[in-house]
């Protein structure tokens, strides 16, 4: 199946069950959606991956529509924390932000992740999946907290923590293995509240881990 069927084909998958999810039944008058990936698929690349898709916060806003066609070339404009990624990503593993997959664990859109309840997050779990199992990625790096990951889907889980001197409080760089296969590293967001010298340390964690 090639990269565009494939998207079709889950992208028709993910709308099926958007439209039976408890966010959408809670929220229909907020046209808030869906998005698969921002940016083409290209398989065996590393995936670097977030909690889910947030809500433009422009005044002019209406509403999103569900993502319909195949991207065929990266979205310049969205990613606010596109430099921060890049910048990581060239220097600890040799790839630049476009050369990478980049998606959310959850299709679903939403203000924030409040809005999704566990079903949510369970009913987007196999969509993530099977995402991940057709790009079959050398690695994944998720930018946040792999909370909403059971036991059973990510195994042999370690944390690693960095205080730099000075610092209160400890950062973390987290390891293990997804579904049974794929290596997963998170580090914190690019919005988080630490200095660049703490965002180096983890993401040197990842590398040193991941070998």
Same mark, same amino acid.
């Given at each position: 199946?090639?990269?565009?069927?494939?998207?079709?084909?889950?992208?028709?998958?993910?709308?099926?069950?958007?439209?039976?999810?408890?966010?959408?039944?809670?929220?229909?008058?907020? +046209?808030?959606?869906?998005?698969?990936?921002?940016?083409?698929?290209?398989?065996?690349?590393?995936?670097?991956?977030?909690?889910?898709?947030?809500?433009?916060?422009?005044?002019?806003?209406?509403?999103?529509?569900?993502?319909?066609?195949?991207?065929?070339?990266?979205?310049?404009?969205?990613?606010?924390?596109?430099?921060?990624?890049?910048?990581?990503?060239?220097?600890?593993?040799?790839?630049?932000?476009?050369?990478?997959?980049?998606? +959310?664990?959850?299709?679903?859109?939403?203000?924030?992740?409040?809005?999704?309840?566990?079903?949510?997050?369970?009913? /987007?779990? =196999?969509?993530?999946?099977?995402?991940?199992?057709?790009?079959? =990625?050398?690695?994944?790096?998720?930018?946040?907290? =792999?909370?909403?990951?059971?036991?059973?889907?990510?195994?042999?889980?370690?944390?690693?923590?960095?205080? =730099?001197?000075?610092?209160?409080?400890?950062?973390?760089?987290?390891?293990?293995?997804?579904?049974?296969?794929?290596?997963?590293?998170?580090?914190?967001?690019?919005?988080?509240?630490?200095?660049?010298?703490?965002?180096? /340390?983890?993401?040197?964690?990842?590398?040193?881990?991941?070998?």
């Amino acid at each position: 199946m090639t990269e565009e069927k494939f998207f079709n084909y889950l992208r028709q998958k993910t709308e099926n069950v958007f439209l039976k999810s408890e966010v959408y039944s809670k929220n229909k008058e907020e +046209n808030w959606f869906y998005s698969i990936c921002n940016g083409p698929i290209f398989r065996s690349k590393p995936i670097v991956f977030g909690l889910n898709w947030g809500v433009s916060r422009d005044k002019s806003y209406k509403g999103h529509s569900p993502q319909k066609t195949y991207p065929k070339d990266i979205d310049q404009n969205t990613w606010k924390f596109k430099s921060h990624v890049n910048l990581y990503l060239q220097k600890y593993f040799g790839y630049s932000f476009d050369e990478v997959n980049y998606s +959310n664990q959850c299709f679903f859109r939403t203000p924030n992740v409040d809005y999704l309840s566990y079903k949510d997050w369970r009913d /987007a779990l =196999p969509l993530f999946k099977e995402y991940v199992e057709y790009i079959d =990625p050398p690695y994944l790096i998720m930018l946040g907290l =792999p909370k909403h990951l059971d036991n059973k889907e990510l195994k042999e889980f370690k944390e690693y923590g960095y205080l =730099p001197k000075g610092a209160k409080r400890r950062s973390y760089a987290r390891v293990g293995v997804l579904f049974d296969k794929y290596k997963l590293g998170s580090v914190p967001h690019s919005s988080a509240h630490i200095s660049s010298q703490t965002h180096d /340390a983890l993401w040197n964690i990842l590398l040193e881990k991941f070998k």
